[in-house]
């Protein structure tokens, strides 16, 4: 891959959703920034070393972010226990937040593509909106204030029909997607804990995902 400018700003998670999308931009020959944000959350140390990883693993940018502690309330992302509903555990206009930043520094950067993990088949209350409509909303709105050449933001995964669909299509350019990615919200060290409802869960899509390569 070349070292020319990113076309492609990811906000990067550290998990599966956005690993996925960094692999996939770099099979469609696109280079991407990964912008990681910490807001004093347990998982920091995680996320950060699996942006690190993955940015490296396909010759990405990567680079941190990090928020006011009291930006946000209290959340079990920060503190506490998370819950057994992994929608409870959401922030809510977080992702609002982490666009509008992302957003500056795509500008700033020239680059001209936002993604975002949203996937289905949840509701994502990031926005407190329903997916692509939100987004269509804030690309109208920051083209009216900035022109039709400001940074689109934009979530692929949302024309999968569900996360199986591509887990299965990115282990085929990434199989260590598992491996790499941090998809824990309560574990303080670079080890997810295994347990919670997060971790419960990537489990579960890899041991699918697994038994279905050997029928």
Known sequence: MSPSNPNILILFGGGLDSGYLAAAAY?????AHLLHF???????????????????????????????GDLF???????????SDQEDNEVIGRNLVFASLGFALAARKRIPMMYIGADPPHSWRGFNDQ??????????LTAFAYGTLSPRLQAPLLSFADRISYLRQ???????????TFSCYESTTTTECGVCVHCLGKKKFRDILREGSHQ
Do not use: C, W
Request: net charge neutral; glycine share 8%.
């Open 27 to 31: 099979i469609h020959h696109q280079r």
């Open 38 to 68: 910490d807001y004093g959350q347990k998982a920091y140390e995680g996320e950060a070393l699996a942006t690190r990883l993955v940015a490296q693993r396909f010759g990405h940018e990567y680079s941190t972010m990090k928020l006011p």
């Open 73 to 83: 309330r209290t959340s079990a992302l920060t503190s506490g226990g998370v819950a």
């Open 131 to 140: 997916k692509q409509p939100t987004f269509d909303s804030f690309n109208a």
């Open 170 to 180: 990115a282990l085929v350019y990434y199989p260590q997607i598992f491996d790499e």
